[in-house]
């Protein structure tokens, strides 16, 4: 995938991968993939993951987001990392790992809507995150997600 992205023009990636692979996700966003999706989805996933790419927005498959926040092993970090998100902060991003909606996230945590929007906001900016997606490989990239 390495020399694949060296490319030029630079090549969107989607990825496959399959059952028992998926501790792969978190390597592969790190490698440059744009979408990720199930060797076994549905047609309709696989259709999702390419609007997404093509509109330019990075997609992992919702029944990824769970392999990509439990089993990928992050680095070691640095003593400063595990500060970057408030406690809330990291409790909106283990409900977003774990693919809740904004609305199953706010009833969950208690919480209205527009707060979650707003810890939301606040932590795409503080990961240099655009979406969903973007926010999770890097909290994986992080090791905020284990």
Request: glycine share 8%; hydrophobic share 45%.
């Amino acid at each position: 995938m390495r020399r694949v992205l060296q490319v030029r023009p630079r090549p969107l990636v989607v990825a496959l991968v399959g059952s028992g692979q998926e501790d792969a996700v978190g390597m592969l966003i790190a490698l440059g993939a744009r979408g990720i999706a199930l060797r076994s989805g549905s047609a309709d996933e696989l259709s999702d993951v390419f609007a997404s790419v093509l509109k330019g927005e990075p997609y992992v498959v919702p029944s990824l987001h769970q392999a990509l926040a439990g089993t990928v092993k992050p680095p070691p970090l640095d003593d400063r990392i595990p500060e970057l998100l408030s406690t809330r902060e990291r409790e909106v991003l283990a409900c977003l790992a774990q693919g809740r909606t904004n609305r199953e996230i706010a009833a969950t945590l208690s919480v209205t809507l527009a707060t979650v929007k707003s810890h939301l906001v606040r932590i795409y900016s503080k990961l240099g995150a655009t979406n969903r997606n973007e926010c999770l490989g890097r909290a994986v990239s992080l090791g905020l997600l284990k």
